[in-house]
């Protein structure tokens, strides 16, 4: 069974960062296509950076330059490094994977694992 398990959330004040992790365990983690995704309060869930498994990114445009994914295959860890954090960044963050080959701009319902979110809060 595969399971996703979020961390590193919390309350941080504009311009600072926060590190979030995402154990993975119950597959082979290292085929898979994995992403971060993000829903802020009354907002959907969208897309914010994918990392395939050669490594190989893609960034939502109103996080690029400012976060950075990345994977520790040998621990079947996913990153999200965030920097210079905004209000608007305020959101659940949740950790998703994939089989196959993804970016951004995958739609959401062909990650077939999700995590349960992690809050990330952001005040001005």
């Known amino acids: 069974q595969v399971q996703l398990a979020e961390s590193g959330g919390g309350s941080v004040q504009a311009g600072g960062s926060l590190r979030l992790s995402c154990a993975a365990s119950?597959?082979?983690?290292?085929?898979?296509?994995m992403a971060w995704f993000r829903q802020a309060p009354g907002k959907e869930r969208e897309g914010v950076a994918t990392i395939a498994s050669d490594g190989s990114t893609s960034y939502a445009d109103s996080v690029k330059g400012r976060f950075t994914i990345s994977r520790d295959n040998a621990k079947n860890t996913l990153y999200l490094q965030m920097n210079s954090l905004k209000p608007e960044d305020t959101a659940m963050y949740y950790c998703?994977?994939?089989?196959?080959?993804?970016?951004?701009?995958?739609?959401?319902?062909?990650?077939?694992?999700w995590g349960q979110g992690t809050q990330v809060t952001v005040s001005s």
């Open positions: 119950g597959y082979i983690w290292s085929t898979y296509c």
């Open positions: 998703a994977a994939r089989r196959y080959g993804c970016s951004v701009s995958t739609p959401q319902f062909l990650f077939g694992y």
